[in-house]
């Protein structure tokens, strides 16, 4: 089950939706208030919650991401990452050359 979040969005203040959800939900990993492996709500729950567009809750989760704090589960959902850091491991090419697989007789 996702931890509720003690989030807040202020629509007149100048920064974004996405910022303001961004650096709270960084701020949070940060003090340690959400540890890691914790599981996030859903980008529709969070939006529902918050009132926001479900958009504004995707952009600040993939921000997140980017900068390592947060991990993809899958259909599971996303969660804090382990380390707060960028994954190092690369992405397989999808190209392969003619003569690398094997066939079976």
Do not use: F, H, W
Not at 17 to 37: P, S, Y
Not at 54 to 82: D, F, H, I, T
């Amino acid at each position: 089950m996702a931890t509720k979040l003690n989030v807040r969005v202020n629509r007149k203040k100048p920064e974004s939706m996405t910022r303001q959800i961004r650096e709270q939900l960084n701020t949070l990993i940060d003090a340690g208030a959400l540890a890691a492996g914790t599981l996030l709500p859903s980008e529709r729950e969070l939006a529902n919650t918050l009132d926001v567009a479900r958009n504004v809750v995707r952009g600040a989760y993939e921000q997140l991401m980017e900068a390592g704090k947060l991990v993809s589960e899958g259909r599971k959902g996303r969660s804090v990452s382990g380390s707060g850091r960028r994954s190092t491991t690369k992405k397989r090419s999808s190209k392969t050359s003619k003569g690398s697989k094997a066939r079976k007789k």
